[in-house]
């Protein structure tokens, strides 16, 4: 009996404490919360990948250091949660500093200028401050998705599933913290701190 | 069941949940990772713990056993542990080894020399923890999994739901036709030896 007692109370300590520690104290279930939390705790440094942009025109995402940056991931064909990605940078566009940069960077290989330029028209994006650009190199695109923690599925129909946000990247081109699509008025109130 | 053929079947179990190509293919989408591999995984090490038991039998520890089995199984179901296995080949392993040796081992041990009550306690416990974690599938609006599709998520909580009532039913049906929880299902004579029995220890 009191072996059976001083084992369970052993094992619910053990396996409490696994979980616990599994969850970040209870805080983080799912590996999203979990990047966002280790984001915002120790911002990310981005690589430097070679963009182009619905124009056609070359860029590198180091270019954008000096300034906030807020990027989205998208791909042009998606028909929901990147036509909301959309609306919210359509926001952030009209509410935010001068000196802000938008940045919605497609994943699919499939988009080339033609449809980063659909994109770009359907959503009001002009060029300088806000770029729809895609990454022309499939092991820069990994990278640069695997270090801000984006997970890409291809779903049944054709398209892609993915853990969607709004990622701020500060002026020394540290991926800060990433917020839900709809989280404008967050993403507008960090932009703000990020400014004064 | 001899004891060198439930171990022979469990080892096979193991690995035909672990071949490269299967595995890939049982881990490619939710319902076949959780309601395939795992339970592939968790069969073989239970097989495996039974038949330990069966050979060296100690009744005090079949509590603690279950306790740790349960516990080691519901970390493996967080849905960011579930991510962390399918993204990196160390937790992947780590996965692989604790639904065998800290899940499965332990609930096959404690279960085979569990009495009545405690394994009528463990059913009971299981059966409500599937149908809540089913629920929470169903009602929360995004994904849980980054690596998975929602509609698998559905699929998944609706399964979850479906194996409580089952385990409900079950239970029901043979409670209504008379069989005891403790009672082993082949000899068919009364349950299992006092000496095995936890709830006779006390």
Redesign the interface.
């Known amino acids: 009996?009191i072996?059976?007692l001083s084992?369970?109370i052993?094992?619910?300590l053990?396996?409490?404490g696994?979980?616990w520690w599994?969850?970040g104290g209870g805080l983080?279930?799912?590996?999203?919360?979990?990047r966002r939390i280790e984001i915002a705790a120790h911002p990310r440094s981005l690589p430097a990948v070679a963009l182009t942009d619905s124009t056609g025109a070359r860029l590198v995402l180091s270019d954008y250091q000096g300034a906030p940056l807020l990027m989205e991931f998208i791909y042009t064909t998606c028909p929901d949660i990147c036509v909301t990605l959309g609306s919210a940078f359509e926001q952030i566009d009209k509410a935010a500093a001068a000196n802000l940069r938008l940045l919605s960077i497609s994943f699919d290989p499939r988009d080339q200028a033609e449809q980063l330029g659909w994109f770009a028209d359907r959503h009001g994006a002009e060029a300088p401050r806000w770029r729809v650009v895609r990454v022309p190199d499939p092991a820069n695109l990994k990278t640069l998705l695997q270090q801000a923690g984006v997970?890409v599925?291809p779903?049944?129909q054709g398209g892609f599933?993915h853990?969607a946000g709004l990622y701020l990247v500060d002026g020394n081109g540290r991926l800060i913290q990433v917020f839900d699509p709809d989280d404008t008025d967050g993403a507008l109130k960090a932009l703000n701190a990020l400014g004064d | 069941m001899g004891i060198d053929r439930q171990v022979a079947i469990a080892a096979s179990l193991i690995a035909l949940a672990l071949i490269p190509p299967v595995a890939a293919w049982l881990e490619s989408g939710l319902v076949s990772h959780l309601f395939g591999q795992y339970p592939l995984l968790l069969g073989g090490g239970a097989l495996i713990g039974s038949a330990a038991a069966r050979r060296h039998p100690c009744g005090?520890?079949a509590?603690?056993a279950l306790?740790?089995g349960l516990?080691?199984l519901?970390?493996w179901l967080?849905?960011?542990?579930i991510?962390?296995a399918l993204?990196d080949t160390a937790a992947n392993t780590a996965k692989v080894i604790s639904l065998v040796l800290l899940a499965g081992l332990p609930l096959g041990w404690g279960w085979q020399q569990a009495g009545g009550v405690l394994r009528g306690f463990v059913w009971a416990n299981v059966a409500s923890m599937l149908a809540v974690m089913g629920w929470l599938q169903l009602s929360v609006p995004s994904?849980?999994?980054?690596?998975?599709?929602?509609s698998e998520q559905a699929v998944y909580g609706r399964l979850l739901v479906a194996a409580a009532l089952l385990m409900v039913v079950g239970a029901g049906a043979m409670a209504l036709l008379g069989f005891r929880m403790g009672q082993k299902p082949k000899d068919g004579q009364g349950p299992a030896p006092p000496k095995h029995r936890?709830d006779r220890?006390?």
């Open positions: 009996m072996r059976t084992a369970l052993l094992v619910a053990a396996g409490g696994a979980i599994g969850t983080a279930f799912t590996s999203e919360t979990q997970v599925v779903d049944a599933v853990n | 005090w520890s509590a603690p306790l740790a516990l080691a519901a970390f967080i849905p960011r542990w991510d962390a993204a994904r849980l999994c980054n690596s998975y599709l929602q936890l220890q006390g």
